[in-house]
């Protein structure tokens, strides 16, 4: 759009020139352009060629490919990170499934994004998954996420990686999605299994590798709970096999799927398995599992995180001890359906201002405070 701008500026400044240098009468001499207007368009063709080598323009070259990256995006929006593209990869142990903030209203509260974002940079929170089930992606438009997305990348990029949940039922969107990661310099792409319409397993590899070929680092998010669609493990095995797909996030809760998704990826891949329930976390990384993507981390950043070191580093004993106060919580976070309890208990203790969740969610039944409240209390957040 910018060089068929600058080319229909061009055009203009051209048939200028030809008129100037026409003949204004018979027998008058062509009139000179005065010294200080040649001076202004020369200045002129000097800002836009400044411009176009800024964009990366050269000459007629076509318009970049959409896998490449966008610096020029990043200026627009406003970030202050000079290594928005670097993509960072993605870090064993505790990967937060991060809340999105509300006001009152019912908009995104930047202010208490930030404050999140700060606190699990404090905690040593090892990955930030932004937008997925827990951020109500579902539910934000396509400016919400990227305004979500560009305070976060402002805030942490290269200080810890970025994860965008990208994933929905239709594969345009998710492509839209994933773009939109890439400009903004995210690191990695959370895609969640096509809910609602249960395509077959042939189906969903399709997808997958077609998003995978736009460079983004995919991690596959199998959640048949939500979805009602199971990745099979020998789906994740050929999905694994695209060098652009570099992990999974297991919501099952089978830990004994875990041995068998091991046996069939190669030994050559550094493919990342993590648990995406808090309950068996700490289990699944005991059977070999590389660390967890949590919703109890959002209110207890610098304990998973411990636990998720200690494991990883074979100190499952020290693991065990600093899990046990966590065990009610761990359950407690779905006594509503997620986020709802999450952003109670975020609120309690002072995380965020208010625990409004976008309809067709609501704020926790008064019913369960109290035990999510005691779950705090045993965890030693309150």
């Given at each position: 759009r910018g060089w068929r701008c600058t080319g229909a500026y061009l055009r203009q400044c051209r048939m200028h020139a030809i008129m100037q240098a026409a003949p204004q009468a018979p027998m008058q001499r062509r009139r000179r352009p005065p010294p200080m207007e040649l001076l202004f368009t020369m200045m002129r063709f000097l800002l836009i060629s400044i411009g176009l080598l800024a964009c990366g323009v050269s000459g007629f070259a076509p318009l970049r490919p959409a896998h490449k990256s966008h610096s020029t995006q990043s200026l627009l929006v406003g970030l202050s990170a000079s290594n928005t593209n670097e993509m960072m990869p993605l870090n064993r142990g505790s990967t937060v499934a991060l809340i999105t903030p509300m006001t009152c209203a019912g908009d995104v509260h930047v202010d208490n994004l930030k404050n999140l974002l700060q606190y699990h940079l404090d905690a040593g929170t090892d990955n930030l998954c932004m937008l997925g089930t827990t951020g109500e992606a579902s539910t934000l438009s396509t400016e919400e996420r990227r305004l979500v997305?560009?305070?976060?990348?402002?805030?942490?990029?290269?200080?810890?990686?970025?994860?965008?949940?990208?994933?929905?039922?239709?594969?345009?969107?998710?492509?839209?999605?994933?773009?939109q990661a890439i400009d903004l310099g995210c690191d990695a792409n959370l895609l969640v299994t096509p809910y609602y319409v249960k395509p077959p397993q042939r189906g969903m590899i399709r997808m997958f590798c077609n998003i995978a070929d736009m460079g983004l680092p995919v991690v596959l998010y199998n959640i048949p709970g939500r979805a009602s669609i199971n990745l099979s493990d020998e789906s994740i095995a050929t999905c694994a096999q695209h060098e652009s797909i570099v992990g999974l996030k297991d919501a099952t809760g089978d830990l004994s799927r875990l041995e068998s998704i091991r046996q069939l990826l190669s030994d050559e891949r550094d493919f990342l398995l993590y648990s995406g329930d808090d309950n068996t976390s700490l289990e699944y990384v005991k059977r070999g599992g590389h660390g967890c993507i949590s919703v109890t981390a959002n209110v207890a950043a610098p304990t998973m995180h411990q636990i998720m070191r200690a494991a990883l580093n074979g100190n499952f004993t020290e693991a065990e001890t600093l899990n046990q106060p966590l065990l009610q919580l761990h359950k407690q976070l779905f006594c509503e359906p997620s986020p709802m309890p999450v952003k109670w208990a975020a609120q309690r203790i002072k995380l965020i201002d208010t625990d409004y969740c976008r309809p067709p969610l609501d704020t926790l039944d008064s019913a369960f405070m109290p035990q999510v409240e005691q779950a705090l209390q045993a965890a030693g957040l309150i």
């Open positions: 997305l560009s305070t976060a990348v402002e805030m942490c990029k290269g200080q810890i990686p970025i994860m965008a949940g990208c994933g929905t039922i239709n594969p345009v969107a998710v492509k839209e999605m994933t773009q």
